[in-house]
């Protein structure tokens, strides 16, 4: 199709130690025609697939709509680690849902940033209080993921290493899902089709709707409806929307509503059922409600907690939305803390904190204090990161530095928490974003791995870890995700 097939290559660590994307050769990436020929078919194939997003400059328009930012080429997985992702996720559901469950831990966890990040502090007065009046329903629903980078190590052989696990509002699972046909239309238009078959499918929707579904049977009643909560402008929405889909194909009625219409139209029987507009409510399913910015009216306060003391089956509880935090991240990683919720498995335990870097707490007293002096030394060795979620909040290098020196002589350090920086290998790339220049990035990767999981009364009913999401950005950006604007949606091409 191009005259002779530019030679194919097995990925490798190059002398700049930047990889390359699988089957392209660095003088591909720098062959213009090829590379503009590929990228419009592939943004046709994107359009074509369902990988959309709805445009920056009209975001509630249902009018136009185009492409979410993906990359050109698949990016190089190693397979042994995808592998170890997967294989841990069961661990990490289980471990996420013991924790939820456990209040002397989280009480205990949380105490010193609830003094100063009024954010973290209203969940945990909602928290607190629905503890207190004793819970309504012993079924719980979990759809999270947790993120990794692969670290380079010091002796080129990469490791897994958790960024964070996303325990509320999960997304792009719908997307993801729909990627890996775009890349192997590239690499067929290309007549790369061998490549193209090893493009592995992606099941993390089909994975999610599933542990909805069986939620929703679980809860017993045949009228009763899922819904989604969602933010009044939601550029992603069609990710949503795949999951809605998945979910009217099983006879599942799917209703949207914001927060505030929770408050003025919500409401609960003698026996907590939740009512929205005349519809019980099996599933409570957050895309929403984990930034200070989705409380913004006081009466928003009043609906989560409406919800949060209904009997519908919460996706997730207000206790397994705080488990997520970075806060009790840290505390997780704690010397014996994983071991002892896994005495009866320690296998478990160890494949959970393989995947751990060093996780510090920066509360006053000496521990906080040593640290804090090392991470001013060292500010490229270390992740500044308060209590905040979806991308673009934490803070690094020379800021961290100055950061760190304006906070440490106070209490609202305890706000934030410091993480060892992972320093992960590069590739090249090219990033489609609508409406830029087509340029050649050097690219970080991130996986995240979706698990779904049911417990009731503690004990483990369903326990998937059903598919993944790869993402990558220009390594010139420290922290931001798709919906930021800054990394792109991309498919493991397993090494
Ligand atoms: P958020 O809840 O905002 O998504 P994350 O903990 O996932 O917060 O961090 C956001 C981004 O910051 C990550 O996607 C990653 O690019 C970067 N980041 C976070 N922690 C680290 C780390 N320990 N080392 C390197 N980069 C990190
Ligand atoms: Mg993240």
């Known amino acids: 199709m191009y005259g002779k097939l530019p030679s194919l290559i097995v990925p490798r660590v190059a002398d700049s130690e930047v990889l390359l994307p699988p089957v392209a050769a660095d003088?591909?990436?720098?062959?213009?025609?090829?590379?503009?020929?590929?990228?419009?078919?592939?943004?046709?194939?994107?359009?074509?697939?369902?990988v959309l997003m709805r445009t920056k400059e009209d975001p509630s328009s249902t009018e136009s709509t185009s492409y979410a930012p993906f990359s050109l080429f698949p990016s190089p997985v190693p397979k042994k680690l995808f592998a170890q992702a997967h294989e841990v996720q069961q661990d990490f559901n289980m471990l996420v849902d013991r924790i939820s469950q456990d209040s002397k831990f989280l009480t205990k966890a949380l105490a010193s940033t609830i003094e100063v990040d009024e954010f973290t502090a209203g969940l945990f007065r909602?928290?607190?209080?629905?503890?207190?009046e004793g819970i309504t329903q012993p079924i719980n629903l979990g759809i999270n993921r947790s993120d990794y980078m692969f670290d380079r190590g010091t002796d080129h052989s990469p490791s897994l290493k958790q960024i964070e696990i996303n325990t509320i509002a999960a997304s792009y699972a719908g997307l993801a899902e729909r990627v890996p046909d775009v890349h192997r239309h590239v690499l067929n238009f290309w007549g790369k089709s061998d490549e193209a078959a090893k493009i592995l499918s992606n099941n993390a929707l089909k994975g999610i709707a599933e542990g909805i579904a069986k939620a929703c049977q679980?809860?017993?009643?045949?009228?009763?409806?899922?819904?989604?909560?969602?933010e009044k402008v939601t550029r992603n929405i069609f990710d949503q929307r795949c999951l809605e889909m998945e979910l009217w194909n099983k006879n599942i009625?799917?209703?949207r509503r914001q927060t505030l219409d929770i408050y003025e139209r919500g409401a609960l029987d003698d026996e907590k059922r939740l009512f929205v507009d005349g519809y019980e409510v099996a599933v409570v399913?957050?895309?929403?409600?984990?930034?200070?910015?989705?409380?913004?009216?006081?009466?928003?306060?009043?609906?989560?907690?409406?919800?949060?003391?209904?009997?519908?089956?919460?996706?997730?509880d207000i206790a397994t939305q705080l488990v997520g935090t970075k806060k009790v991240q840290q505390e997780?990683?704690?010397?014996?803390?994983?071991?002892?919720?896994?005495?009866?498995?320690?296998?478990?335990?160890?494949?959970?904190?393989?995947?751990?870097?060093?996780?510090?707490?920066?509360?006053?007293?000496p521990e906080g204090d040593e640290i804090i002096t090392k991470a001013i030394e060292d500010p490229e060795g270390f992740v500044l990161k308060p209590q905040r979620e979806g991308g673009g909040n934490n803070i690094f290098g020379e800021e961290l530095k100055q950061l760190l020196g304006n906070i440490k002589d106070g209490p609202k350090r305890s706000a934030y928490i410091l993480m060892e920086r992972i320093k992960p290998q590069t590739v090249k790339n090219y990033l489609l974003h609508p409406g830029s220049a087509?340029?050649?990035?050097?690219?970080?990767?991130?996986?995240?791995?979706?698990?779904?999981?049911?417990?009731?009364?503690?004990?483990?009913?369903?326990?998937?870890?059903?598919?993944?999401?790869l993402?990558?950005?220009?390594?010139e950006f420290a922290d931001g995700g798709v919906s930021a604007g800054v990394a792109v949606l991309d498919t493991p091409y397993l090494t």
């Open 438 to 469: 087509l340029k050649l990035s050097e690219c970080v990767v991130e996986l995240g791995v979706f698990g779904v999981y049911i417990s009731k009364c503690r004990k483990m009913i369903m326990n998937e870890s059903p598919g993944h999401l």
């Open 285 to 316: 399913y957050f895309r929403t409600g984990y930034n200070p910015e989705d409380y913004h009216d006081e009466v928003c306060w009043d609906a989560r907690l409406l919800i949060e003391r209904s009997k519908a089956i919460k996706c997730p």
């Open 218 to 230: 679980m809860y017993g009643s045949s009228e009763a409806v899922v819904l989604f909560l969602v």
């Open 332 to 365: 997780i990683a704690r010397s014996g803390v994983v071991e002892k919720y896994f005495s009866e498995c320690p296998k478990s335990a160890e494949r959970i904190r393989a995947t751990f870097v060093g996780l510090y707490s920066i509360d006053e007293g």
């Open 27 to 50: 003088d591909v990436l720098h062959n213009s025609s090829l590379i503009q020929q590929l990228t419009v078919a592939a943004k046709d194939a994107a359009l074509l697939r369902g």
């Open 471 to 475: 993402r990558t950005k220009s390594r």
């Open 253 to 255: 009625r799917v209703i």
């Open 126 to 132: 909602i928290y607190k209080q629905v503890l207190e």
